[in-house]
């Protein structure tokens, strides 16, 4: 990493060779290390994971938003997306039976979500 002032703006070669070995020489450089391929791999399943836990907490939304838009609320407990809150979802019974159809998607979809960040957790 080289440390740059505000405006400074170099655009030669030879300028900038010279700059590199005075910020040598006075050992204001910084070394930067590149990790090896094993390393990132190890990365981009991280930032799958990641990409996971923010799919599920989207599915998460639209399906509380759901809830709330046709008058569900969960008043068991304090806490949502434990054991209890999901024993409460499979009881909830909308009006009609395709409300109850998106329902049954959007809980699918959760599951499924979670299942999958279950499982790239478990391989990092």
Known sequence: MIPKKAGDRVKTDRRDAVKLASLFRSGELTSVWVPDEEQEAVRDLTRAREEMKRVELQLKQRLG??????????TAGKSKWTQKYYRWLADVKTDFPVQQIVLEEYMDAV????ERVQGLRKEL
């Open 111 to 114: 599951k499924q979500a979670e």
């Open 65 to 74: 938003a759901f809830l709330l838009r046709h008058g569900k609320r969960y």
